[in-house]
């Protein structure tokens, strides 16, 4: 009788130690489950790439009292004529604000080729005035009268 719960101790160790071996052996090939990072709130944070905000073409709508570098004197363009005068701004391209997306973002900065610093809208506008005459680039296309 001692030798028939030996007998079945040693079959039932033996099936859990080759359960064990099977379970162990087939563990390095299923993925691990994915972590979330999370932030000090606990909240997960999922991982995604900056996203590059879309530049728009913008008309300036301002008198001879508004400034230029101002978002609320924009709308989208729809083909309005500039001009040959040269006194302000009239094709702005810039991306629309987050906060109004019916306004370009005058602080989205702008990479210039040749430049170590990016600049802001607002400053690339700056930058087309800052001479005797005014000179189109990156963010201001064109000009037109007052």
């Not at 999370?38 to 009292?65: C, R, S």
């Not at 370009?104 to 080729?113: G, L, R, S």
Request: hydrophobic share 30%; glycine share 8%.
């Amino acid at each position: 009788m001692a030798t028939l719960k030996n007998n079945w101790l040693r079959a039932i160790t033996l099936g859990l130690f080759m359960m064990g071996l099977i379970f162990t052996s087939q563990a390095g090939e299923i993925d691990p489950p994915k972590k979330d990072k999370k932030g000090a709130t606990g909240v997960a944070i999922k991982e995604t790439a900056p996203t590059k905000m879309l530049n728009q073409t913008w008309h300036y709508n301002g008198g001879p009292t508004d400034s230029p570098t101002d978002a609320s004197k924009y709308s989208l363009s729809s083909g309005e004529p500039c001009g040959i005068l040269q006194e302000t701004v009239c094709k702005l391209n810039a991306p629309a604000s987050i906060a109004n997306p019916n306004q370009p973002d005058m602080n989205a900065e702008v990479e210039v080729d040749g430049e170590p610093e990016p600049r802001t809208i607002t400053q690339r506008i700056n930058d087309a005035f800052s001479g005797s005459t005014p000179q189109a680039n990156e963010t201001v296309q064109s000009f037109k009268g007052l």
